[in-house]
């Protein structure tokens, strides 16, 4: 069975250009991942994003877990697209990729 969540997950992910799923929020991340992610995203030129923090939102890192069969967060989607985490972001900025990404609009 699907878990309850994953309607209120895909919400999220739609409702946002850009989301992010993290541990503390963009203003005061919590792990060193989320903040190199949310900084990462800003460099690429991503003004505003949605953001939930999974350590006060327990039940919904269950069904992000689900959604996206990803075991970590940060999880970062773009256009509603599940882009990865930390390490996948940081590369497509380096090459230029999540600046292009970002730049599309859906």
Not at 65 to 91: A, H, L, R, S
Request: one cysteine or more; proline letters at 7%.
């Amino acid at each position: 069975m699907a878990h309850p969540l994953i309607s209120k997950v895909e919400e999220k992910v739609k409702g946002n250009p850009v989301m992010i799923f993290m541990k503390g929020t963009p203003e005061f991340p919590q792990c060193g991942f989320s903040a190199r992610a949310v900084q990462v995203l800003k460099a690429a030129g991503a003004e505003k994003m949605g953001a939930v923090d999974v350590l006060s939102d327990d039940p919904l890192w269950d069904a992000l877990e689900e959604y996206t069969k990803w075991p970590t967060v940060p999880q970062i989607f773009i256009n509603g697209q599940f882009v990865g985490g930390c390490d996948i972001v940081t590369e497509l900025y380096e090459r230029g990729e999540l600046q292009d990404l970002l730049a599309k609009k859906s």
